[in-house]
């Protein structure tokens, strides 16, 4: 398994900023991936996040408002730009290897709170 | 439009008894099924998987089942501790041009009573 740490834990932003959560990751892995967890909802994913390439995103979510940067194979960020309460969620970052013999591996989560 | 459901939102079991917990699904082309566990402000942990073309797997006190023709799998545990108590997400994997996407569903919370 990887070993998965996320900066910060939880945040409280006010409407219109913009916050940059980090993931790190203790062995190099391919596919990083970013997830949503909104109130009484299931994990949705954001993205996939390759490195040496820019991420791609699922239906519903731009790079505009959720910025990804994949520098090297062991750390990620997402950005939630220009916030508004209805990103207050839980922003998980995962990783998994392309065998679906694998499983993906969680990040304990970024609480999000926006004013 | 839900492809992967956890109907039960929460589940209550005495120690020691079995604790089962229900997942449908719609998408035929899954290939692999997982089970997660999640506590609070902690992300979800692996548990248990199984692929489309078995039909039980087995680790210890868990033991995943799926019924490909009724489009469910379910998770046994037995017997059941208070150190369960937890979220329990059903995830599928669709694995299709080289893409490796899982699929949440919404979660059940069980609650083992000592």
């Known amino acids: 398994s990887a070993v998965i740490s996320q900066k910060p834990s939880r945040d409280i932003c006010q409407r219109g900023t913009s916050l940059t959560i980090q993931c790190q990751v203790d062995s190099q892995v391919t596919m990083m991936f970013w997830y949503r967890q909104q109130p009484g909802q299931s994990l949705t994913l954001i993205a996939t996040?390759?490195?040496?390439?820019?991420?791609?995103?699922e239906s519903g979510f731009v790079i505009d408002k959720f910025p990804i940067s994949r520098p090297n194979l062991t750390f990620s960020t997402l950005t939630v730009s220009n916030m508004s309460p209805e990103d207050s969620s839980i922003y998980l970052c995962?990783?998994?290897?392309?065998?679906?013999?694998?499983?993906?591996?969680f990040g304990p989560g970024t609480r999000l709170l926006v004013l | 439009d839900q492809q992967v459901k956890q109907n039960s939102p929460s589940l209550s079991v005495q120690e020691g008894r079995i604790s089962i917990l229900n997942c449908d699904y719609t998408?035929?082309?899954?290939?692999?099924f997982l089970w997660y566990k999640k506590y609070p402000a902690e992300g979800p942990t692996f548990l248990i998987s199984i692929s489309s073309i078995k039909d039980k797997n087995e680790d210890g006190r868990f033991t995943v089942f799926l019924n490909k023709s009724a489009k469910h799998l379910s998770l046994h545990i037995v017997p059941s501790q208070p150190g369960d108590s937890a979220v329990y997400f059903c995830?599928?994997?669709?694995?299709?041009?080289?893409?490796?996407?899982?699929?949440f569903g919404k979660g059940t919370k069980l609650s083992v009573i000592p």
């Open positions: 995830a599928a994997v669709y694995s299709g041009a080289g893409s490796y996407q899982l699929t």
């Open positions: 998408n035929s082309m899954f290939d692999y």
């Open positions: 996040a390759n490195q040496g390439s820019e991420a791609t995103y």
């Open positions: 995962s990783v998994g290897r392309m065998s679906i013999q694998e499983t993906q591996y």
